[in-house]
């Protein structure tokens, strides 16, 4: 025993620890919700079920429930993404370039948080007639 020597192990502050991660569909979805809302154009998320239950939720003083995902759901596999959006377009403004411009910011903003986006789709379920885009 007395020859053995005592070996140190060299830990560096770079090491980390092995494991997988998971983006659930769900951060995914307010991810895309938020950068969807920043769109000019864009006038409401969801169809028009979502829409009057929102509505409902309003007048009874819940206003903030559903509405972080409402209009959009989000699978991912693997590191990418699949995005549904339903959208209500406000009057005047030209539907592919809103749809263009919400994919656009859509991919960056899922983008930046290190995962891919393989499809947006995008389906208009209304025009806002009139009504001012509701505030963000």
Same mark, same amino acid.
């Given at each position: 025993?007395?020859?053995?020597?005592?070996?140190?192990?060299?830990?560096?502050?770079?090491?980390?620890?092995?494991?997988?991660?998971?983006?659930?569909?769900?951060?995914?979805?307010?991810?895309?919700?938020? %950068?969807?809302?920043?769109?000019?154009?864009?006038?409401?998320?969801?169809?028009?079920?979502?829409?009057?239950? =929102?509505?409902?939720?309003?007048?009874?003083?819940?206003?903030?429930?559903?509405?972080?995902?409402?209009?959009?759901?989000?699978?991912?596999?693997?590191?990418? %993404?699949?995005?549904?959006?339903?959208?209500?377009?406000?009057?005047?403004?030209?539907?592919?370039?809103?749809?263009?411009?919400?994919?656009?910011?859509?991919?960056?903003?899922?983008?930046?948080?290190?995962?891919?986006?393989?499809?947006? =789709?995008?389906?208009?379920?209304?025009?806002?007639?009139?009504?001012?885009?509701?505030?963000?």
């Amino acid at each position: 025993m007395a020859d053995e020597a005592t070996q140190e192990l060299s830990i560096t502050p770079d090491a980390v620890a092995g494991g997988t991660t998971h983006v659930s569909d769900e951060v995914v979805e307010k991810i895309a919700v938020a %950068a969807t809302r920043g769109v000019p154009g864009v006038a409401e998320l969801g169809g028009d079920v979502a829409r009057f239950f =929102n509505a409902v939720l309003d007048r009874v003083g819940l206003d903030q429930v559903g509405d972080a995902r409402r209009g959009c759901s989000a699978h991912v596999t693997n590191g990418a %993404a699949v995005i549904n959006l339903v959208l209500v377009i406000a009057a005047g403004h030209p539907v592919p370039q809103v749809t263009d411009e919400v994919r656009a910011a859509v991919a960056s903003a899922v983008e930046a948080y290190g995962l891919r986006v393989d499809e947006i =789709n995008i389906k208009v379920d209304d025009v806002a007639m009139g009504s001012p885009p509701p505030a963000a």
